[in-house]
């Protein structure tokens, strides 16, 4: 007798009963080529760049040869776009659709994605049109070493409310003259028309950390069709963004979801010993890196333990990771869970402690902003010479000087003029200057 699974639908209602709010799901399997693309793309139709293909090439070898895989990919609009690996089971397809609801009612109900659009894939299909009439007008190569810069500093945008974070967005943004470059499909991407090169507003009132929205506004190099690109990267960053502060907490409300609502569909006895086999694998550890499912499916099980299903559902729209791990992780959970903190001497590497106090609060740091470093943008006329000025708000840990030097050789292609860099290194106040392709290091 042929083994029944529940259909899409039937999930979906399963999920509601227990207090989910998921959009509608469209479900799609596709080959593991067509997978690991949407993955590398990280939004399907996005516009082309030799770095997601670079991405594709690494994702796709691990799962040819046995080192990784990925049963599905998850898009946050309205309806939800879930891709599955076409290769999957009935009973992975299950579990994987459960795991499917917990990231859409997640998107739908935490307080991160609130402002996210949720039509991005028209929204990047239009990018990448626009993107391909520029290739065509100015050359591809041009196009592709233009993205090579703005890329470079694609996470340094404003990726909340200025209000909530008390600092302007771009600021002295002037209204664009009538003929500043307007998008096409103006309704679909809002926020990615720029003021004209002829119209720069370069003094700033105050810091600002919004780095591509200043120089899409300010930058006098640019132009119009530069300025539309910008754009473009900032407002999918901007959507992005939210995925970088919950991947744990995400990762963490899927997985403890799956579990709860497989233990309600009826399995036959030998589905119930591959099931378990599957979520082992899901939770399993990695080496030398925490496991996000693993860690925040057991948090959540620590909530709702202590203040049951009201806990859970205040915890899924409230928190994200920092905040998640700061309220729920206690010592005695680290302890549980084996974590530890490794460094590496030489060619040894040591467990250097197993506290837990001290694990939570490293874990915390790490976390901190996605763990991207914090970068304002101090003054935009520095010397008053219209040179830009660049702070990096130091927390303790210091930047790669190397990647740092040649970040700001893309940012000096950005901005035209000189680009200046504060920061600490080795507990001493240093500043990096970039002038064309020279990059000098002076002591402050």
């Not at 239009?126 to 470079?152: C, M, P, T, W």
């Not at 340094?156 to 009538?178: L, Y």
């Not at 890196?289 to 099980?301: C, D, K, T, W």
Request: aromatic letters at 10%; a negative charge.
């Amino acid at each position: 007798m042929a083994k029944t699974y529940p259909d899409d639908h039937a999930i979906w209602q399963l999920a509601v009963a227990h207090g989910l709010r998921p959009c509608p799901v469209i479900f799609e399997p596709v080959p593991a080529s067509v997978l690991y693309e949407h993955a590398a793309y990280l939004i399907p139709g996005r516009m082309a760049h030799w770095s997601f293909g670079k991405q594709y090439q690494l994702l796709k070898t691990r799962y040819d040869y046995g080192l990784g895989k990925l049963y599905e990919m998850v898009v946050n609009t309205n309806p939800a776009y879930a891709f599955l690996l076409a290769s999957n089971s009935s009973l992975e397809n299950t579990m994987i659709r459960c795991h499917v609801m917990g990231h859409v009612d997640f998107f739908q109900a935490n307080q991160a994605f609130s402002h996210t659009p949720k039509n991005m894939i028209d929204v990047v299909s239009h990018h990448a049109d626009r993107i391909r009439q520029y290739e065509f007008q100015y050359g591809k190569n041009v196009v592709e070493s233009f993205l090579d810069h703005v890329l470079a500093i694609e996470e340094h945008v404003d990726w909340d409310r200025p209000a909530r974070r008390g600092f302007s967005s771009v600021a002295n943004v002037q209204t664009p003259p009538e003929k500043s470059i307007r998008p096409r499909y103006e309704d679909l991407s809002p926020t990615t028309s720029a003021p004209s090169k002829s119209s720069p507003s370069r003094p700033l009132p105050r810091p600002t950390f919004d780095l591509l929205g200043f120089l899409m506004t300010s930058s006098d190099a640019l132009e119009d069709w530069q300025r539309d690109i910008i754009g473009m990267v900032r407002e999918e960053m901007r959507y992005l963004w939210p995925q970088l502060r919950t991947k744990i907490i995400n990762e963490g409300w899927a997985t403890y979801w799956h579990l709860r609502l497989m233990r309600e569909i009826s399995l036959a006895d030998d589905d119930w010993v591959d099931f378990a086999r599957m979520h082992a694998l899901v939770v399993a550890p990695q080496e030398f890196q925490v496991n996000p499912y693993a860690l925040g499916s057991r948090i959540f099980e620590s909530i709702w333990q202590k203040g049951g299903d009201e806990a859970l559902f205040l915890a899924r729209e409230v928190e994200e990771d920092t905040s998640f791990l700061r309220n729920h992780l206690s010592p005695e959970l680290v302890q549980a869970m084996h974590l530890f903190v490794a460094e590496r001497e030489h060619q040894e590497i040591f467990v250097h402690t197993v506290d837990g106090k001290a694990v939570r609060d490293l874990l915390i740091h790490d976390l901190m902003h996605g763990g991207i470093p914090v970068i304002s943008v101090d003054d935009g006329d520095f010397h008053h010479r219209g040179e830009l000025l660049l702070r990096h708000h130091h927390d303790g840990s210091d930047l790669d000087i190397r990647y740092a030097e040649e970040t700001l050789r893309h940012v000096y292609r950005l901005w035209g003029r000189p680009v200046h860099l504060e920061t600490v290194v080795a507990e001493r106040q240093v500043r990096l200057s970039c002038d064309q392709d020279e990059v000098t290091k002076a002591t402050l």
